[in-house]
């Protein structure tokens, strides 16, 4: 590959987009597999503004989204979380996009429900988990890592997981840093339902398809009426964000990234430490 060809797939968002088929239904892949799907900062910005395209396409009903092999993402890929301790642009943006993503899927008109499979992490989980319907593996892990590198939870768990587990339980799994099982979030209502590995994007078409047969307006509108108590808790969001980024510019912070760094598995061994959060490249 010619260092120009470099240059152009590092500037080329990795996602995959699908034409509907018959049913309106559109599928979005994460698709960086040798990296268990991890996102560079080209991919975060695009996962910030590909939600609302999809707005005004009548051959769009619902949306699945999920990631390409044994991971849905394993988060913000490395050198791009270092970027945010180093880089006052690269960090602005960041906090941008991070409530791009978050926003995103919240306001757009239409459905979305995502196929998560292997390790969610970071940014992947606020993919995963703010899509409208998450249909998860048992054996997936959903894990938000930012304590073990010196931030705090701020790209939606902070703001999602007390609303869907309640606040003892949400404080409790983000004080400490417990990874959870696919089978455990669904148990805890952080996910729609769990179904054995393998199967989740298959589920998700499923439960897509279901949608799809319902009046356009009405499952809109009856997405708008539910989402509304997210809405009311917004200044929640935005303060954990803002908290979650102060956190970039910490020294400790740096240092924990670095030490993390030689940790992170290959996706030909999608292992984790028993800790459940050291070794993924995550915010």
Known sequence: MTRQEETTVAQTPALT???????????????????????????????????????DRDDVRVIVVTGEGSAFSAGGDLAFVQGLTTDDR?????????????RGLLDCRKPVVSALEGV????????????????????????????????????????LWPLAMGIQRARGKLLLGEAL?????????????????????????????????????????????VNGILRQHWQTFEASLALEFMCFVNESTRAALAAAAPARPSAGDPKLPKNGNRGHEQF
Request: overall charge negative.
């Open 17 to 55: 987009i699908s034409e509907p088929d018959q049913d309106g239904i559109l599928l979005v892949t994460i698709s960086r597999p040798d990296k268990l799907n991890a996102l560079r900062e080209v991919d975060h910005d695009r996962l910030a503004t590909i939600w609302s395209e999809f707005d």
């Open 90 to 102: 690269t960090r602005a943006n960041a906090w941008w996009a991070a409530r791009g993503i978050v």
């Open 120 to 159: 969610a992490v970071g940014a992947g989980n606020a993919v995963a988990l703010m899509a409208d319907i998450c249909v998860a593996a048992e054996d997936a892990k959903i894990i938000d890592g930012h304590l073990a590198f010196g931030a705090s939870p701020g790209d939606h768990a902070a703001f």
């Open 181 to 225: 099982t696919g089978a455990e979030a669904a148990e805890l209502g952080l996910v729609y339902e769990a179904v054995p590995g393998g199967k989740t994007l298959d589920r998700a078409m499923e439960l897509a398809a279901k949608i799809a047969r319902f009046d356009p307006f009405a499952v809109q509108a009856t997405k708008v009426s």
